[in-house]
């Protein structure tokens, strides 16, 4: 592995892992923006401009821009969280380039009137399609529950309310703002050709001007407010439990990552040995949600409404015993071992490699190679962890719960 | 594109089948046992779901909780499935621990304890998914869509149905176990980075003993077919959407699979170009093509809200059937090209390609060379899609829909 990295004038960052030994090669264009840079009234706008890009340019219609990728084989999508968006494709080799010559060239947007119209219907569907996937909708929920004013709790997709009442001038004006040079990453990962990669970013991005870019960065307590909401057409108790984490800058993000992963995993961990195996949930998860300068816990509980007493009681003795006792060293070392194999598994494949390259620099400004990770996660040791848990209080938390109309 | 199979058949019939992958670090691997859904008694829908899960709450000298934490130890990334055919349990790890991790599974597959006090919570788990199912439309509605489109029993809810759930004791769902894990019938494969003659040796060691079992095979029956409204009080209609189309087996399976990706295959195919882009009827819409080793479909999902589900339908609909009119040479090799292309994304995940040569075997007994399904993909001509179409055409559509509106189906 080879990492390259440049820094064009207008402050444009460009990276690369080199894999010359991939069978494919992966581009992202990683922009800092998402949720919680928006106000109320553009609440969505940055996950809404997200799907506008695919409209194409000037020079490009939609249906021209979906041809071009399908033409060269390209796995390609995006995606929009509280504070990023990302573009990004996997392809084989020789379509390289293209694709990112496409990508670049679809950075600066024609964003028309009659394509915002009618992708509006698009965004309500996909706001209509979550409601119905509690699962889902529960957590998102839960963190604007959470965050409260705090800008991180501002919906992703947005409200119905909010999409109908934007305007295309309102989204080009915040798209000036937020898709300068000085805001973007553009990360390659696999098997590819640096000097002819720079070249191309260059010659399409080298003339963007840059923007004077800010980000609201306060921490947050969080509410530990409680709230639920019952729905006809729902069957089970959905329940997410927000915790205050740690940042993704944070050096005590491995710990916090192997602490969820003990609380928390699909097999193995206590919400497992407690809840899953003895059928008294049907589901029980934990998961760290790093963010920028702020960070989430997030727990999601699935049962029987009769069962959320016992369930509830359940969980608050997992907390309150990892307070009392910590974690063991079994359990940690278990925990190690999970980590490091998703590790291997993952960054075998460029498109996996690509997302932890192109964030590692977001957050961190800073290139780490695998095997930084992996001695990260082998040095985090039982007190350190343990510090974790009475600095975080796992006992004080967000809850929401979406589950059946009282009847 | 260069690629090797391993393959080794134990006296008693079961098949160890290998794809070594260069410069990778991790192995993944899986059991295929003849306990799909479809081969569990009448009466008893939903057993195989229960059994996945009983078979690992303890076995060989491990309890529950020793066997769970001698898996996570090893760090491996548990997969199990239970399909049509086969109940599947495999697992993704680093391969220095590869032969351990064929240890524990093998105590699972022969040596389960099987206990009555573990069938509870077993069985309790698969009942609660079952009801949870409920909560989850957009699942929901395409496993309703199977159960109608086959013949019974092929489409079968995996998951299992509520009254048979209830009904099954430990007893029963025991001698299920000990008729249908028929190991010489059973196929391992392995891709990643392994070594072939100690795997061969481990799995001559753990399994050549076993004797084959004369499990026998499903009785086909009919099909519902049709359509079918659930009523949900929801924000969208879920639409469930499935026409027949040649088997794996068939001589037209690459048309049909070109066909299909012409249909939905990239954002630039048919469906996502004429139901989204051009009409804003809905976020998630796609088709894909789904086959058993004697029958098999095309399957279409869509989710809009309550008026323009009407609307959906009718031109997915029209969609499939203007398929037979023609295809533009444009439209055909974009769609050559995705196929091709995530062929050889998929052959890079050691999970994926396991799962690939295993399924191979069983549909084909063999394991086709992924230059020769390039090949076959090349080999697809509008002349001879169109050709294949009309030979099968698309007649008859099984509808499920779930959501607050129901839509009328010709």
Same mark, same amino acid.
């Given at each position: 592995?080879? #990492?390259?990295?440049?820094?064009?004038?207008?402050?444009?960052?460009?990276?690369?892992?080199?894999?010359?030994?991939?069978?494919?090669?992966?581009?992202?264009?990683?922009?800092?923006?998402?949720?919680?840079?928006?106000?109320?009234?553009?609440?969505?706008?940055?996950?809404?401009?997200?799907?506008?890009?695919?409209?194409?340019?000037?020079?490009?219609?939609?249906?021209?821009?979906?041809?071009?990728?399908?033409?060269?084989?390209?796995?390609?999508?995006?995606?929009?969280?509280?504070?990023?968006?990302?573009?990004?494709?996997?392809?084989?080799?020789?379509?390289?380039?293209?694709?990112?010559?496409?990508?670049?060239?679809?950075?600066?947007?024609?964003?028309?009137?009659?394509?915002?119209?009618?992708?509006?219907?698009?965004?309500?569907?996909?706001?209509?399609?979550?409601?119905?996937?509690?699962?889902?909708?529960?957590?998102?929920?839960?963190?604007?529950?959470?965050?409260?004013?705090?800008?991180?709790?501002?919906?992703?997709?947005?409200?119905?309310?909010?999409?109908?009442?934007?305007?295309?001038?309102?989204?080009?004006?915040?798209? =000036?703002?937020?898709?300068?040079?000085?805001?973007?990453?553009?990360?390659?990962?696999?098997?590819?050709?640096?000097?002819?990669?720079?070249?191309?970013?260059?010659?399409?991005?080298?003339?963007?001007?840059?923007?004077?870019?800010?980000?609201?960065?306060?921490?947050?307590?969080?509410?530990?407010?409680?709230?639920?909401?019952?729905?006809?057409?729902?069957?089970?108790?959905?329940?997410?439990?927000?915790?205050?984490?740690?940042?993704?800058?944070?050096?005590?993000?491995?710990?916090?990552?192997?602490?969820?992963?003990?609380?928390?995993?699909?097999?193995?961990?206590?919400?497992?040995?407690?809840?899953?195996?003895?059928?008294?949930?049907?589901?029980?998860?934990?998961? #760290?949600?790093?963010?920028?300068?702020?960070?989430?816990?997030?727990?999601?509980?699935?049962?029987?409404?009769?069962?959320?007493?016992?369930?509830?009681?359940?969980?608050?003795?997992? #907390?309150?015993?990892?307070?009392?006792?910590?974690?063991?060293?079994?359990?940690?070392?278990?925990?190690?071992?999970?980590?490091?194999?998703?590790?291997?598994?993952?960054?075998?494949?460029?498109?996996?490699?690509?997302?932890?390259?192109?964030?590692?620099?977001?957050?961190?400004?800073?290139?780490?190679?695998?095997?930084?990770?992996?001695?990260?996660?082998? =040095?985090?040791?039982?007190?350190?962890?343990?510090?974790?848990?009475?600095?975080?209080?796992?006992?004080?938390?967000?809850?929401?719960?979406?589950?059946?109309?009282? =009847? | 594109?260069?690629?090797?199979?391993?393959?080794?058949?134990?006296?008693?019939?079961?098949?160890?089948?290998?794809?070594?992958?260069?410069?990778?670090?991790?192995?993944?691997?899986?059991?295929?046992?003849?306990?799909?859904? =479809?081969?569990?008694?009448?009466?008893?829908?939903?057993?195989?779901?229960?059994?996945?899960?009983?078979?690992?709450?303890?076995?060989?000298?491990?309890?529950?909780?020793?066997?769970?934490?001698?898996?996570?130890?090893?760090?491996?990334?548990?997969?199990?499935?239970?399909?049509?055919?086969?109940?599947?349990?495999?697992?993704?790890?680093?391969?220095?621990?590869?032969?351990?991790?064929?240890?524990?599974?093998?105590?699972?597959?022969?040596?389960?304890?099987?206990?009555?006090?573990?069938?509870?919570?077993?069985?309790?788990?698969?009942?609660?998914?079952?009801?949870?199912?409920?909560?989850?439309?957009?699942?929901?509605?395409?496993?309703?869509?199977?159960?109608? #489109?086959?013949?019974?029993?092929?489409?079968?809810?995996?998951?299992?149905?509520?009254?048979?759930?209830? !009904?099954?004791?430990?007893?029963?769902?025991?001698?299920?176990?000990?008729?249908?894990?028929?190991?010489?019938?059973?196929?391992?494969?392995?891709?990643?980075?392994?070594?072939?003659?100690?795997?061969?040796?481990?799995?001559?060691?753990?399994?050549?003993?076993?004797?084959?079992?004369?499990?026998?095979?499903?009785?086909?029956?009919?099909?519902?077919?049709?359509?079918?409204?659930?009523?949900?009080?929801?924000?969208?209609?879920?639409?469930?959407?499935?026409?027949?189309?040649?088997?794996?087996?068939?001589?037209?399976?690459?048309?049909?699979?070109?066909?299909?990706?012409?249909?939905?295959?990239?954002?630039?195919?048919?469906?996502?170009?004429?139901?989204?882009?051009?009409?804003?009827?809905?976020?998630?819409?796609?088709?894909?093509?789904?086959?058993?080793?004697?029958?098999?479909?095309?399957?279409?999902?869509?989710?809009?809200?309550?008026?323009?589900?009407?609307?959906?339908?009718?031109?997915?609909?029209?969609?499939?059937?203007?398929?037979?009119?023609?295809?533009?040479?444009?439209?055909?090799?974009?769609?050559?090209?995705?196929?091709?292309?995530?062929?050889?994304?998929?052959?890079?995940?050691?999970?994926?390609?396991?799962?690939?040569?295993?399924?191979?075997?069983?549909?084909?007994?063999?394991? !086709?060379?992924?230059?020769?399904?390039?090949?076959?993909?090349?080999?697809?001509?509008?002349?001879?899609?169109?050709?294949?179409?009309?030979?099968?055409?698309?007649?008859?559509?099984?509808?499920?829909?779930?959501?607050?509106?129901?839509?009328?189906?010709?």
């Amino acid at each position: 592995m080879q #990492f390259k990295q440049m820094t064009l004038s207008n402050g444009l960052v460009l990276i690369g892992e080199i894999n010359p030994s991939a069978k494919t090669a992966a581009v992202g264009f990683f922009v800092r923006t998402g949720s919680r840079d928006e106000t109320p009234e553009i609440n969505g706008v940055s996950h809404f401009l997200e799907h506008m890009l695919f409209k194409g340019t000037d020079s490009l219609g939609a249906l021209e821009v979906n041809e071009a990728f399908d033409r060269r084989g390209a796995q390609f999508n995006a995606f929009t969280s509280e504070e990023n968006t990302v573009y990004y494709a996997s392809v084989l080799p020789e379509y390289l380039l293209e694709i990112t010559e496409l990508w670049a060239e679809l950075m600066r947007p024609a964003l028309r009137d009659d394509d915002f119209d009618m992708e509006k219907n698009v965004i309500k569907e996909e706001i209509a399609m979550y409601e119905d996937t509690p699962t889902f909708d529960v957590i998102d929920r839960c963190r604007t529950l959470h965050y409260g004013s705090h800008p991180c709790g501002n919906s992703v997709l947005g409200t119905v309310a909010s999409i109908d009442g934007m305007t295309a001038d309102q989204m080009r004006q915040y798209f =000036a703002r937020r898709y300068a040079p000085n805001n973007m990453v553009v990360a390659c990962s696999g098997n590819f050709d640096w000097g002819r990669f720079c070249a191309t970013v260059e010659a399409r991005c080298g003339r963007w001007q840059p923007q004077t870019v800010d980000r609201l960065l306060t921490d947050f307590e969080g509410t530990r407010a409680s709230e639920r909401l019952g729905k006809p057409s729902l069957n089970r108790e959905h329940i997410c439990l927000v915790h205050t984490g740690v940042s993704a800058q944070d050096p005590r993000r491995f710990a916090a990552s192997l602490l969820s992963l003990i609380v928390g995993d699909e097999f193995g961990s206590r919400f497992y040995w407690a809840l899953v195996d003895k059928a008294i949930a049907e589901a029980a998860s934990m998961h #760290f949600g790093p963010l920028d300068g702020t960070g989430i816990f997030y727990n999601y509980l699935r049962c029987s409404r009769a069962g959320v007493p016992r369930v509830m009681e359940i969980v608050a003795g997992i #907390f309150r015993d990892l307070l009392r006792d910590g974690i063991s060293e079994d359990e940690l070392t278990k925990a190690r071992n999970k980590v490091l194999s998703s590790l291997v598994i993952k960054n075998e494949l460029p498109m996996g490699r690509l997302v932890d390259l192109g964030f590692n620099w977001m957050y961190l400004g800073q290139y780490r190679p695998v095997e930084d990770d992996v001695e990260a996660v082998r =040095a985090v040791g039982v007190e350190e962890v343990n510090t974790l848990i009475r600095e975080l209080d796992l006992s004080r938390f967000t809850q929401y719960s979406l589950g059946p109309a009282a =009847a | 594109m260069e690629q090797k199979t391993d393959k080794y058949v134990l006296s008693n019939g079961m098949v160890l089948l290998g794809e070594p992958m260069g410069g990778v670090e991790s192995v993944a691997f899986e059991f295929m046992l003849p306990a799909g859904a =479809a081969l569990m008694p009448d009466g008893a829908c939903g057993a195989a779901n229960v059994i996945s899960d009983w078979v690992f709450r303890g076995a060989g000298g491990r309890d529950n909780r020793q066997l769970g934490d001698a898996l996570d130890g090893l760090g491996v990334h548990r997969s199990d499935s239970v399909g049509s055919s086969h109940l599947c349990v495999g697992a993704a790890l680093e391969s220095s621990n590869l032969a351990e991790a064929l240890t524990l599974h093998t105590d699972a597959i022969l040596r389960a304890h099987l206990s009555d006090e573990e069938f509870a919570p077993a069985r309790q788990l698969a009942l609660e998914g079952v009801l949870a199912l409920d909560d989850e439309p957009r699942q929901k509605v395409m496993l309703e869509l199977r159960k109608r #489109f086959y013949p019974a029993p092929l489409g079968r809810s995996t998951l299992g149905v509520i009254e048979d759930l209830e !009904r099954l004791d430990a007893g029963r769902v025991r001698e299920i176990v000990r008729t249908r894990f028929d190991i010489g019938r059973t196929i391992l494969s392995v891709a990643g980075k392994y070594d072939f003659d100690a795997v061969c040796g481990q799995v001559e060691s753990l399994f050549g003993a076993c004797e084959s079992l004369d499990s026998g095979a499903v009785q086909v029956g009919t099909r519902t077919g049709g359509y079918t409204h659930i009523p949900s009080e929801g924000a969208q209609v879920h639409i469930g959407v499935m026409t027949d189309a040649v088997p794996f087996t068939g001589d037209d399976y690459y048309d049909i699979r070109v066909a299909t990706s012409v249909l939905s295959g990239g954002m630039s195919a048919r469906l996502f170009t004429e139901v989204r882009e051009k009409r804003g009827l809905c976020y998630a819409i796609g088709a894909r093509y789904h086959s058993l080793k004697d029958a098999a479909g095309i399957m279409c999902y869509a989710g809009t809200t309550p008026d323009k589900a009407q609307e959906t339908l009718d031109v997915i609909i029209a969609e499939f059937r203007r398929l037979a009119e023609g295809i533009g040479d444009e439209e055909l090799e974009r769609a050559k090209v995705g196929l091709k292309s995530s062929l050889i994304m998929q052959s890079e995940s050691s999970g994926s390609r396991a799962g690939a040569i295993g399924s191979d075997y069983y549909m084909l007994g063999r394991v !086709r060379p992924l230059g020769e399904i390039a090949e076959r993909i090349n080999g697809a001509t509008v002349d001879s899609i169109v050709a294949a179409l009309k030979r099968k055409p698309f007649e008859s559509f099984t509808v499920v829909t779930i959501g607050p509106r129901e839509v009328r189906v010709e």
